[in-house]
């Protein structure tokens, strides 16, 4: 074994639709973001409420998947990968973001959050997402295929 692990599991709410596009060459691509939350004390005791916002990019069916079915607001439960990308910006600096490649999503909630969040009655209040993703070179590759599992492979 490699000795390191990259794989993120979130939970969380979308906090726009997904945006579907296309590469030069067919393959489909869905960019949404997911907020998570996280409630903690201060040193003064008060309850306090952290929302994260992430990055998500999708490819192929699961992109064509995520773009059908998901909504804003819609909970889900999202497995894939971390992966940074850098960039030159128009003003000649360097640019880092990062992103979480997905390979798995499942929709959670009850079919009454997802009507509630479709019509936009969803109690989720947190601040507004990024408005858009740094932008993506056309020539970004796509994720290589996750490995065969087979009744040799032990990645212990």
Not at 50 to 67: F, S
Not at 87 to 98: H, I, L, P, V
Not at 118 to 128: K, L, M, R, V, W
Request: net charge negative; proline share 8%.
């Amino acid at each position: 074994m490699s000795g390191s692990i990259n794989k993120v599991i979130l939970v969380g709410r979308l906090g726009k639709d997904p945006e579907v596009k296309y590469t030069n060459n067919g393959s489909p691509v869905a960019k949404f973001s997911v907020a998570t939350d996280e409630v903690y004390k201060d040193r003064a005791g008060e309850q306090q409420k952290r929302t994260e916002w992430h990055n998500i990019v999708a490819w192929n069916k699961l992109a064509e998947i995520c773009g059908e079915y998901l909504t804003k607001g819609k909970l889900v439960y999202i497995e894939g990968s971390i992966r940074s990308r850098q960039w030159e910006d128009q003003s000649g600096n360097k640019r880092t973001a990062f992103e979480i490649v997905a390979r798995d999503m499942k929709m959670l909630g009850s079919k009454a959050d997802s009507q509630r969040a479709a019509s936009g009655t969803s109690d989720y209040t947190t601040t507004s997402p990024p408005d858009h993703f740094p932008a993506v070179p056309e020539s970004s590759p796509e994720p290589p295929p996750s490995p065969e599992v087979t009744d040799d492979f032990n990645p212990f």
